[in-house]
C-alpha cells in the first residue's frame, strides 16, 4: 500500500465521509477526497483551514496523525490517536516499571547507534571524524552516564557543516527542524499503535514533555534527516528562513528509506513498527531480549 503524507497549503474545509478526508478548496472550489486508509499523515500548513470534529475522531480512530504548523511553517502541535491497541495499560506499566538498569542498558544500545549512523553519514561524504565517531563507541556505558553522545554531536557537527551552529537561523536548521518532527510524527504515532505511552519514556522525564518515549527513540533516527539536508543543501550555510513546498516534499521522501538490521531490508515505518514489538517484548522479559535498532540505512 501507498501511504500518503496529505500537505494542505491553501485555504480549505476538511472533512470525513465515506471513510475519506474530503478537502474542499477556495477560491477555486476544488474538491479532493482521500481514503483514510491511505493517509499516514495530514499537514495543516495555513491559518485558513477549518476541519470537523467528527473528522479528528476518524483520524483518531485510524491512527493518522494530524499535524499543525506555526507562522513560519514549521510544524508546532501534533494531534494523535489516545490509544489504539488493547493492551496499551499493560505495556505501559511495564515500561513504567521496568528496573533502572535495564533502562540504562536500552539508552546504552541507543546512543552507540546512534553514534556509529552518524559516523556512517560522515563517511558516505568522505569527511574526516568518522573513524574518531567509531571510536566512541566503548566508551559510551550504562545510561551514558559519561555524556559520550553530547562530546560526539560536538565532533559530528563541525566535521558535517562548515560554520554551522545547531538552532542558528538559517536554512540548514529550518530543514533539520522540520524533518525532525516528521520524523517524531511518524514515531510517535506507531508508539500509540503498539501500545505505550508516548509520554512515558527511557531516558527522556521530563514532566511537561508529551513525547518522552518518541524522544528517545528517534535518536538513531535522526542521521536520515542530516543526510538529506546535506544532500539538499550541501555543506555551506544557506541564509533564509523559509522553506519550498519543494523542499517540504524532498524531507516527505524519508517515507522512502530503507533500514537494513540483522541481515533484513525494511521500509522506515515498517521498520519501527518493528522496532517497538522488540520493545513490547523487552519490557516483558528484558534479560532474554533486546531493542531492535536500524544498522544501516539505503536512500532511495
Known sequence: MSWKNVIISNPSKLTFSLNSLNIEQSPYDESITIALSNINSIILDHPQITLTAVLLSECAENNINIISTNKKHMPSGMFTSYSSHSRATEFSTLLINLRASSKNNLWKNIIRKKIL??????????????????????????????????????????????????????KHNMLLNYGYSILRSLISKEIVGSGFYPAIGIKHCNIYNNFNLADDLIEPYRPIVDNMVITLLGRVMVEGNNLTKSDKEEIFSIYNTKVISSGKTYNLQDFIKEMLKSLQRFVKDPKHESLLLPDKYIYE
Open 117 to 170: 549512523l552518524q559516523s556512517r553519514v560522515l563517511k558516505c561524504y568522505g569527511l574526516e571524524n568518522a573513524d574518531k565517531m567509531l571510536s566512541l563507541l566503548s566508551f559510551v556505558n550504562s545510561g551514558d552516564k559519561r555524556n559520550i553522545e553530547a562530546y560526539a554531536s560536538s565532533i559530528y557537527w563541525k566535521s558535517l557543516f562548515i560554520d554551522f551552529k545547531r538552532f542558528a537561523d538559517n
